[in-house]
Nanobody
Framework: QVQLVESGGGLVQPGGSLRLSCTASNNRFSINDMGWYRQAPGKQRELVAAIHDGGMTNYADSVRGRFIVSRDNAKNTVYLQMNSLKPEDTAVYLC??????????WGQGTQVTVSS
């Protein structure tokens, strides 16, 4: 069973930065897509950013220009650098990976709270 370990969440003031990381292990097949979703209380889960095996990225409009997604294939790790954080970025951030046969795995989530 694929295991995803997330880290880097926490409390930050508006305008601050955080870096999330997510490392996958026990995957039988190579990973194609890696990304981050978020879910705020009472809201649907939404895509934040994703990075594909070839390096192509896509971002939610609300974070484009502030967040950067990257990956280290040798470490099976995806990162999310979050800058200029806003209170509306407050949510549980979940890592998602999809391997080359299409199997999807989710992390348990890490809380990000932006508040003064």
């Amino acid at each position: 069973q694929v295991q995803l370990v997330e880290s880097g969440g926490g409390l930050v003031q508006p305008g601050g930065s955080l870096r999330l990381s997510c490392t996958a292990s026990n995957n039988r097949f190579s990973i194609n897509d890696m990304g981050w979703y978020r879910q705020a209380p009472g809201k649907q889960r939404e895509l934040v950013a994703a990075i594909h095996d070839g390096g192509m990225t896509n971002y939610a409009d609300s974070v484009r220009g502030r967040f950067i997604v990257s990956r280290d294939n040798a470490k099976n790790t995806v990162y999310l650098q979050m800058n200029s954080l806003k209170p509306e970025d407050t949510a549980v951030y979940l890592c998602r990976i999809q391997d080359r046969i299409g199997f999807v795995s989710w992390g348990q989530g890490t809380q990000v709270t932006v508040s003064s």
